[in-house]
């Protein structure tokens, strides 16, 4: 039975109107209990309550807020801007080659949390000023501080609550950190095709890479680096959920897009590897792509690489 994360339990929204709804502690603790994860449910059975027994909004607020603040602390430490600029840069290179076209484009972050990566493009203009950079997230509370902290450091970002696919303008390209785990079964085919159906050039999504060693190591850092006793909890959980290179690969595998993963399992050390994408683009930006890498176009493969390999 796989671990549940508890940020996932504790707060539920609507998918349509996007308000937030009542999230009952009794009922997060049975099903934490159900998936055989006791440690997390004496977690939960901290979290304050009204009378009827619904968690507390804003102690539920202010807790996810501290926990994505260490989230970013991590993500300092381990470079991701610098990772994701890595394929970025090279990847918006071969779009405005291949099309021809002049700017803006648009980069799109699903599930922003408090918006690091959007914050950290706009401080460092990384992508060129011609890169739209858009934040968007579910929890209306997460893209409030993330919008906060833009206009306290004066940059040039946005934050939207909402659904990511569906913003009135394009989006160019999609990315995300960290979230592909979260989405299991048909809803992980779901997240690929919305953006197969968009307009969007391309997709670049981080995640944890599925090694043997992923969980002891997600295990060491948050105990050493994340104070939060939730944070801790799912940090470790979101390795052990991580997804393997052939289900992302035959997930992202949609009409209209070629599926590409940057580094595979197998052709990296697992001591060292923590994050690694995902990469869709419409088919005439594949050759475009590789000729920007350069060298670097050999660490990204198909899911006929993958196929050979396991023969």
């Not at 699903?110 to 858009?134: F, Q």
């Not at 307009?199 to 890479?209: G, K, L, N």
């Not at 994050?275 to 419409?282: A, E, K, N, S, T």
């Not at 176009?297 to 050979?308: F, N, S």
């Amino acid at each position: 039975m796989h671990q549940l994360e508890i940020s996932d339990l504790i707060t539920a929204v609507d998918p349509h109107s996007g308000h937030r709804l009542p999230v009952r502690r009794a009922e997060v603790i049975r099903q934490l209990r159900e998936s055989g994860d006791e440690h997390a449910a004496r977690i939960v059975a901290g979290l304050p309550t009204d009378q009827d027994g619904v968690l507390d909004p804003y102690a539920v607020d202010r807790l996810l807020v501290s926990v994505h603040t260490e989230l970013q602390r991590l993500n300092e430490e381990l470079r991701t801007g610098e990772r994701l600029v890595h394929l970025l840069g090279p990847l918006f290179t071969a779009i405005r080659s291949a099309t021809g076209q002049p700017g803006p484009y648009r980069l799109v972050d699903v599930g922003c949390g408090l918006g690091y990566l959007v914050r950290w493009l706009a401080t460092t203009n990384a992508l060129g000023s011609d890169v739209e950079l858009v934040g968007v997230d579910l929890d209306a509370t997460l893209v409030g501080e993330a919008d906060r902290l833009a206009r306290e450091e004066g940059l040039d970002c946005r934050f939207v609550h909402g659904n990511a696919f569906g913003l009135p303008e394009a989006a160019t390209v999609y990315v995300s950190t960290g979230v592909l785990h979260h989405f299991r079964g048909p809803a992980l085919d779901e997240f690929f095709q919305a953006q197969a159906a968009s307009a969007a050039h391309a997709f670049c999504h981080f995640d944890i890479a599925a090694t043997r060693l992923a969980p002891l190591g997600a295990w060491i850092f948050h105990r050493a680096r994340m104070r939060n006793p939730l944070g801790r909890h799912d940090g470790v959980v979101s390795a052990r959920r991580a997804h393997s290179d052939e289900t992302l690969l035959r997930a992202a595998e949609v009409p209209g897009i070629r599926a590409l993963l940057y580094e595979p399992r197998g052709a990296v050390n697992p001591f060292c590897t923590t994050l690694r994408p995902v990469i869709g683009v419409r088919p005439h930006l594949e050759a475009p792509l590789r000729r920007v890498l350069g060298r670097d176009a050999r660490r990204m493969v198909g899911p006929e690489h993958l196929a050979e390999a396991t023969r």
